[in-house]
């Protein structure tokens, strides 16, 4: 009995060994199962990434917050930090790059100032995609409102576009001021409106001579541009520079006051008012427009000049090679008051607007471009009226300038919520 009792407990533990071993061995080859297949999808992202970093022509895809994030990533917090990568054009391969932009025509050395892309602080900021911009741009038309700075912008952007399809100019006045360029593989319109001040603006007289200074009207808005809003989709403002003039200020036709115009008896009310004023005026006037398409509207906000050793007119320089340290930046200066009247009227106008299509963005470059006083043609624009004297306003082409456009497009697909094909990535 005691043995039969016996030999039934060892068969039993041998039973549990059994199914104890099989269990261990089921879960041991589970586990490695998940294992390797992680370890294989870590090491497909991590070719990925290899691959992105290797290839001096590729760049990471659009590494902003996914659509239904709440965390977005501000584009104009970041550092600049060094790229071996070409720019994506040349003053050869682009055919439409103005005489006096193109700095390396006149004499410029240096490339340092071309191997720099823009971080931001929280995701990367893709390599401009010429095939992404004409993609979600198909069937629009786009147009940059405002001064030379507005159309060293635009320059910029035709370059860039002009790898992917070679444009044609299709409207041009007599001055130059005005132009229009058609992508017609892609059906994209670009145009540049020349609006110094947005608002209506006569240049003052002195005894039949002009002053320089201008009179401004702050009401009325610019025909210039204000008629060809109906056939916009996008619209991209800046001005500032000219505002910094002796101008006078009028509202309702009447003397409001003046800027550093040393007049008795007229206030002098600074740059800022304006600069505010005429911003307001063209905000007011997208979102009045009664047969207009639902406009996109864009404000670049101000572009810093970075004279140093004096002023323009006076032996200010810009001759530096490499950028700065956000550090360094000054920002005691007015710039960065500049910005923020920009950044509060179209903030008013995005309150304000009454057509639910309508949006309004704001493309910063304020600060970034305090860290590039690298950027800028100094004496290396070709200008034969005034030899001697640095462009230390404008941006050379190529150049730092590039970034605006990649952060426009970045805009542009964040607003619009593009999925773009893999074909389109630009990778």
């Not at 060809?228 to 996008?234: T, V």
């Not at 057509?355 to 704001?362: A, D, L, S, T, Y």
């Not at 941006?395 to 773009?420: F, Y």
Request: neutral net charge; charged residues 25%.
């Amino acid at each position: 009995m005691m043995k039969s009792t016996a030999h039934s407990k060892e068969k039993h533990n041998i039973t549990s060994l059994f199914f104890y071993l099989t269990f261990i061995t089921i879960t041991t080859l589970f586990c490695f199962h998940l294992l390797y297949n992680n370890n294989n999808a870590y090491v497909v992202e991590y070719a990925n990434i290899a691959r992105d970093h290797i290839n001096p022509n590729n760049t990471t895809t659009f590494i902003q917050p996914r659509k239904d994030s709440k965390k977005a990533c501000d584009l104009s917090e970041g550092r600049w930090i060094s790229d071996r990568r070409d720019s994506s054009y040349t003053n050869y391969s682009c055919r439409t790059i103005p005489f006096m932009r193109n700095c390396f025509l006149h004499g410029r050395k240096d490339t340092d100032f071309l191997h720099w892309r823009w971080k931001p602080e929280q995701c990367d900021l893709p390599r401009f995609s010429p095939g992404n911009f004409l993609t979600a741009l198909k069937g629009k038309t786009m147009a940059f409102i405002g001064d030379s700075i507005s159309r060293n912008q635009m320059e910029s952007l035709l370059c860039l576009l002009s790898t992917k399809e070679t444009p044609i100019q299709t409207e041009k006045d007599k001055d130059d001021r005005c132009v229009t360029w058609e992508f017609r593989k892609h059906n994209f319109t670009l145009m540049a409106l020349w609006s110094q001040f947005l608002v209506t603006a006569t240049e003052r007289l002195v005894n039949g001579s002009t002053t320089g200074g201008f009179n401004l009207h702050l009401d009325k808005i610019d025909k210039n541009w204000s008629e060809k809003l109906p056939l916009l989709d996008y619209a991209v403002f800046s001005d500032a520079p000219w505002f910094f003039r002796q101008n006078y200020l009028y509202y309702n036709d009447n003397l409001l006051g003046c800027v550093y115009c040393q007049t008795p008896d007229v206030k002098d009310l600074g740059p800022g008012l304006a600069i505010g004023m005429a911003f307001r005026a063209a905000f007011r006037t997208i979102n009045n427009c009664a047969n207009c398409r639902n406009i996109t509207t864009v404000l670049r906000t101000y572009s810093p000049s970075q004279f140093e050793n004096g002023t323009w007119d006076n032996g200010g320089s810009c001759n530096r090679t490499r950028p700065i340290g956000r550090e360094e930046v000054d920002r005691g200066g007015p710039d960065l008051e500049y910005r923020r009247i920009q950044v509060e009227e179209i903030e008013t106008a995005r309150k304000e607007t009454r057509r639910n299509g309508n949006k309004f963005e704001v493309l910063d470059v304020t600060e970034m471009m305090l860290m590039r006083p690298d950027g800028h043609p100094g004496v290396n624009w070709g200008n034969q009226w005034m030899k001697g004297y640095s462009d230390c306003i404008h941006w050379c082409l190529p150049g730092p300038i590039d970034v605006w456009n990649e952060i426009l497009l970045e805009l542009i697909k964040r607003q619009s919520q593009i999925e773009l094909s893999s074909e389109e990535t630009g990778l």
